[in-house]
């Protein structure tokens, strides 16, 4: 895709993409999207298929899942709040909390509320027609354990979005009355500074979660997941007081030229951080080290190198000049930036519907819990169930955006 196609895009987005009016708009996070959530695709289709407990395979598949929802996080967060910190940055007023409270709730409702009906009515997921139907469609079901992992159970990290949306204005309006020091960037210390304690909190409840100190489900709300969407915030703070052109940082100027060295950066961090989970073997394994004790500096380190991974895979969608780069061209393939757009319908249904293939294929193996398939099945079975699931979630998901999403979408300024 040359740079003029990406002008184009970036000129008339698709409604599911297309920024607040006034703000730029960044093409290649759709690619990025799509990136994400085939992370989480694979880690759920290797669960079903038992190809989690294969050595290599495995370690993969366990880092691409825990990374796919934090990449989704730490997208949000940059998208959503640059407009914020543009607007302070240039002493403009501050983007209108109705328009964006309609906007949001435009882009994630109705494509939520279908799927979760749907799939409640066939082939009949738990939860939802009971006494808690409120838990489910008002976002809530990541709050009580009776519920977190019932209904459409990646939905939890909807919860953890839909809490950052509330959030954010409340947040926004703080940080616009708080300065430290003088001088024209004074307001970017307080930023940065305000994140830096945000995430601070977030670690802070993550080692407490890993030491079974809190609840599992305080290390998965908003507040817990801090540590991605304040790394987004953060970099939407240096993207807007970052020089169009001119004088820029060592870092920068770095990123700009050379974007591929960030993604090999980013394989190197996520290589670590399968050599760190090495101990851990299958998903059985997975289920124990979550349920005991685990050390500091394992925590520690796992999020050091989790948020190096987000940083670098994203730089280059942000920072990266119009000279390109492998990931440029990578992030402006067709095929990448056409599922970055249905992303979220591929998200909501991709999991009943690798269930039901598994089921399909192998009837008398399937275990709902995935636990022992790898002895029963060839190796061919997952890459087979991978292809399978993506083609058909992507067909689902592409009729929700033409049928449910985009006649809203396109209302989101009106």
Known sequence: MTDATLAAQAEAPSPAVAPPPGNPRFPLFDALRAIAVLAVLAF?????????????VGDVALQLGALGPVV??????????????????????PPRTARYARRRALRILPAYWVALTVLAVFPGIAGVFTGDWWRYYLFLQAYDDRTLASGIPVAWTLCVEV???VALPFWALLLRRLRLGAGPRAWVRAELLALAV????????QIAA???QVSHLLAQSALGQGVWLGLGMALAVANV?????????AGVRLVAAHPGLCWAGALAALAALALLNRDVDGLLALVASLQSPQPVAKIITGIALTGLVIVLLLAPAIFASAAGGLPRRVLATRPLVWLGVVS??????????????ARGAMPAQFDAQGLDLAARLPFAVTPILFVLTLVASSAVAAASYRLVELPFLRRKER
């Open 163 to 165: 809490a950052f949306y």
């Open 210 to 212: 890993g030491r079974q």
């Open 241 to 249: 007081v970052t020089p169009a052109d001119g004088a820029r940082s």
């Open 344 to 357: 979220y319908g591929v998200y909501l249904w991709h999991l009943t519907i690798a269930e039901l293939l």
């Open 198 to 205: 945000l995430a601070a909190i977030a670690v802070a409840i």
């Open 44 to 56: 759920h289709v290797c669960i079903l298929s038992g190809a989690l407990e294969r050595p290599v």
């Open 72 to 93: 989704f996080f730490a997208i949000s967060g940059f998208l959503l709040y640059r407009p914020w910190v543009a607007a302070r940055a240039a002493g403009g007023p």
